[in-house]
């Protein structure tokens, strides 16, 4: 009994507990990660945002709303009648307003056929997921979160100034940190996010499609073990700091997904 209490009070070691971060993966909406975390005033109980589709918002083919708006209206004033003020004595006005009017229908027409196109709605789980990934990077990636995020205290135990010390004498050029060339793909909070994402993909299909798909249910195991091996890494390095917790509360990472053994 106390046991099967104790297991579901840890939560799942596939889902976690639903945040509006996790949603937006299924809804593609995009949210806001708050810039100070300790406001209570401005944030939400995950620390985050949700908020509508903002010009910065991803679309299928790797194009984003800015991309499109701007495509849009540069084929409006590319296509839009030519009115020659020269020949304004011989022109026929409504002739001109009939025109204009008729070029108006035409690329509202286009606009609204390029916004489904572009929509992640409409698009394939593959794109869906590749999306998901690039809002991962952009979310946990360190060349954004190194900006409100403080890194762990350094420790001031006698054990852990030693160690301090043993890399100082190393020399100085071991210790500064090399500036990153472009976004931060590889640390262990961006792969931890991509996996959670591939992981409830995985799952959503397992139980309405694929019930009987036994290579993909071998597929989500690996992820979730992956996942747990990554998490317990990265709770051994930043555990009681920021980065550790921004990341469990916005994925809604629970005990169940890092401690113990995992069996599905």
């Not at 916004?115 to 709605?121: F, P, W, Y």
Request: glycine content about 4%; some cysteine; charged content about 25%.
């Amino acid at each position: 009994m106390i046991r099967t209490e104790r297991l579901k009070a840890s939560g799942d070691p596939v889902r976690g507990i639903p945040t509006p971060f996790l949603q937006s993966f299924n809804t593609i909406r995009p949210i806001t990660i708050s810039p100070h975390p300790a406001d209570p005033s401005s944030q939400t109980s995950t620390g985050i945002h949700p908020t509508a589709p903002s010009d910065t918002s991803l679309l299928n083919h790797f194009l984003r709303t800015t991309d499109l708006s701007n495509s849009l209206t540069r084929s409006e004033s590319l296509s839009a009648p030519l009115h020659r003020p020269s020949l304004r004595n011989t022109s026929d006005p409504q002739r001109e307003k009939d025109a204009t009017r008729q070029h108006k229908l035409e690329h509202d027409t286009a606009a609204e056929a390029m916004q489904r196109l572009t929509s992640l709605t409409n698009a394939s789980s593959a794109d869906r997921t590749r999306a998901n990934i690039q809002r991962c990077i952009e979310t946990f990636g360190r060349h954004n979160t190194d900006s409100y995020l403080r890194p762990k205290p350094v420790s001031t135990s006698p054990r852990g100034s030693d160690l301090l010390n043993a890399e100082a004498a190393q020399g100085s050029d071991l210790i500064t940190n090399t500036p990153r060339v472009g976004p931060d793909t590889g640390s262990s909070e961006v792969q931890i996010a991509i996996l959670t994402a591939k992981i409830n993909t995985l799952a959503d299909f397992l139980e309405t499609r694929g019930r009987k798909d036994k290579v993909n249910a071998r597929n989500l195991r690996l992820l979730v073990h992956r996942r747990q091996k990554l998490l317990r890494y990265l709770r051994k390095k930043e555990r009681g700091g920021e980065r550790w917790k921004h990341l469990i509360e916005t994925l809604g990472l629970t005990e169940a997904t890092w401690m113990g053994e995992i069996s599905m």
